[in-house]
């Protein structure tokens, strides 16, 4: 059997340094080499792709994105690596573990639960996008794109609008597209008022919204189009969604 | 002494003690109080209501003058009755009324009576018994207020140390050992040290000198675990240090400040200390780098309305805490009368 590679992401020194030694005292069990490390969630990503990790190690509790955030994005690699959780003290956390059997640590880590979680971890139990937003309902703060076996994030904040293509829902920033693999009703349910639908196509972000223009009426369409902030693009809004999305203009 | 601490604790109340004579709400409180004793006494005496005004007056001119010179007197003596068991206490303040009263009886205006000896008791009669009311109100005062010590203690002591802060503390801790022995017990017995006040009976005022030692002991166990990322610059007036405060009343603000001004930045942050003393105040002023995002992380409001009790039972009207968001930093302002002596 290939070593397992595992990468530690903390946003802690001494928390990383900890779980090393204690990687270290479980080598002779399960014959592993740590392949990278992280401070943090944006740089985790990178880390884990680059290195083909087969195992993460990644502290709940880190500043700018949340350890299940970071899960959330690794959902998007053609082969995401096991993740073990790892926290000081997040009762809410921890009680959906249970509920959802998945594997955690409590910090201080103790070798042998390490040992346990890493043999169960190379037998390949792999987490669902589902569980993970049940645990943190809360919205992320990027979307993740995978592109030539990395992950984009794009900062929520960044998006101008997105739309439903045929397979895909292409996501539009300022810059350029993307495509992720989501649908629009979890997108709308997940960022709630971020977004506002416009069609049945197509979200956009509200804070980007800067008026509204007369065209022609159609069947289907409301005969309005929205400017967004940025963009020469006009998009249509339905007859169907007129009635909500007109309280914006005012 | 000890013994009298596990009984008071037992019972869920302080044993009784006189009023700190020296409080600006204590005062006001007995200044009203007499005062409005006076006019409803007033009142009874008038029989029509043009009597009123003039009646007033003729009390005023006698109470005023013996109220001032007894507050005076206790405002001076106050750090000795404190010293006296409650029951002598009670005495000394009856014997300083009862004093002040028959010493300025000479120079008072004579009211209806003949001014012999008749009115010379009647009149300290008037004083003893708005003594004995008033020492009543405290009395009924202590009793409400003392549970809500205890009560403001235990809660204190389970929002304090944040579980959080424990267990990623140990984690730090068993990271150093092998590498470095010595860090890791100079870490535990930080953590030591700031368990035993943590755990200990908080109700009596500490030198402010003890309260910053305990923040830095917290702040080198922070650092050991965050590193460059916790930045702390203190700015201390040394001659604040004699300062009495209530215990813990700056240690749970600066965890708070880790807490929700430093964990939540991948940069290093900055928290800023101000002690200052200006006459007969001590300010206290603690800032740190403010994350809006994460505001919805559990403990300031408990902690925040824990300490405003607090320095409202120790120091009643005299003390303040009030915190803003300026400039892209959460700022925490606490004044509080200066004193070196209880």
Not at chain 1, 179 to 190: A, F, K, R
Not at chain 2, 18 to 30: A, C, E, K, W
Not at chain 2, 75 to 97: C, D, H, I, K, N
Not at chain 2, 213 to 225: I, K
């Amino acid at each position: 059997m290939n070593p397992i590679r595992v990468v530690i992401v903390d946003d802690e020194q001494p928390a990383r340094s900890r779980l090393k030694e204690l990687l270290e005292d479980c080598r002779g069990d399960v014959p592993h080499s740590v392949v990278g490390e992280a401070a943090n969630g944006t740089d985790g990503l990178q880390v884990v792709a680059a290195a083909e990790a087969d195992v993460v190690l990644v502290d709940i509790h880190m500043p700018e994105m949340s350890g299940i955030e970071f899960a959330r994005h690794l959902q998007v690699l053609d082969h995401p690596p096991a993740v073990i959780f790892v926290t000081a003290h997040d009762q809410h956390a921890v009680e959906a573990f249970e509920v959802n059997a998945l594997d955690y640590l409590t910090k201080p880590v103790r070798a042998a639960r390490l040992l346990t979680a890493l043999k169960r971890a190379a037998n390949g139990a792999r987490l669902s996008r589902g569980v993970l937003e049940s645990i943190d309902p809360a919205p992320r703060r990027h979307f993740s794109v995978a592109e030539r076996g990395r992950v984009t994030l794009v900062p929520v904040s960044d998006v101008l609008y997105l739309r439903a293509e045929l397979k895909y829902v292409t996501l539009r920033t300022r810059d350029r597209e993307h495509l992720v693999e989501e649908s629009l009703t979890q997108i709308e349910q997940e960022f709630g008022s971020v977004f506002v639908r416009i069609h049945r196509n197509c979200l956009v972000a509200r804070r980007w919204i800067r008026g509204f223009e007369r065209g022609a009426e159609t069947e289907s369409e409301a005969g309005w189009w929205v400017i967004l902030e940025g963009l020469d693009e006009k998009l249509p809004v339905s007859r169907r969604q007129w009635p909500q999305v007109k309280s914006l203009a005012q | 002494m000890s013994a009298r601490k596990v009984q008071s604790i037992r019972q869920n109340h302080l044993p009784d003690a006189l009023p700190d004579f020296r409080n600006l709400g204590v005062i006001s409180r007995i200044l009203l109080a007499v005062n409005a004793l006076a006019l409803l006494f007033a009142l009874a005496r008038s029989r029509e209501i043009g009597e009123f005004a003039s009646k007033v007056t003729e009390i005023a001119g006698s109470l005023e003058p013996v109220l001032l010179v007894v507050l005076v007197v206790l405002y001076a003596l106050s750090a000795l009755f404190e010293r006296l068991p409650y029951a002598q206490g009670l005495l000394a303040v009856f014997a300083v009324v009862l004093a002040s009263a028959a010493a300025l009886f000479p120079f008072q205006p004579v009211i209806g009576g003949s001014g012999g000896w008749g009115d010379f008791a009647w009149s300290l009669g008037c004083a003893a018994f708005v003594t004995g009311a008033l020492a009543w109100y405290f009395h009924l005062r202590n009793r409400a207020f003392s549970p809500a010590i205890s009560e403001a203690r235990l809660q204190a002591l389970q929002a304090r140390i944040r579980p959080h802060f424990l267990f990623n503390t140990l984690n730090a801790v068993l990271s150093v050992i092998r590498k470095d022995p010595k860090r890791a017990e100079g870490a535990l017995e930080d953590l030591a040290e700031l368990f035993r006040t943590v755990m200990a009976d908080n109700r009596q005022l500490i030198a402010l000198r003890d309260e910053l030692s305990l923040c830095r002991q917290y702040l080198n166990l922070e650092q050991l675990r965050l590193g460059e990322r916790l930045q702390v610059d203190w700015r201390l007036d040394p001659t604040a240090e004699d300062a009495l405060v209530p215990p813990m009343v700056l240690q749970p603000l600066v965890e708070n400040a880790v807490y929700h001004g430093i964990e939540p930045g991948i940069a290093p942050g900055l928290i800023e200390v101000r002690i200052e003393r200006r006459g007969d105040r001590l300010w206290l002023q603690l800032t740190n780098p403010y994350h809006p995002d994460y505001q919805h992380r559990q403990g300031n409001r408990m902690a925040l309305s824990n300490i405003r009790e607090r320095l409202q039972l120790h120091f009643d009207v005299e003390a303040s805490l009030n915190t803003r968001v300026a400039d892209g930093r959460y700022e925490i302002g606490i004044a509080m009368p200066y004193r070196t002596s209880l």
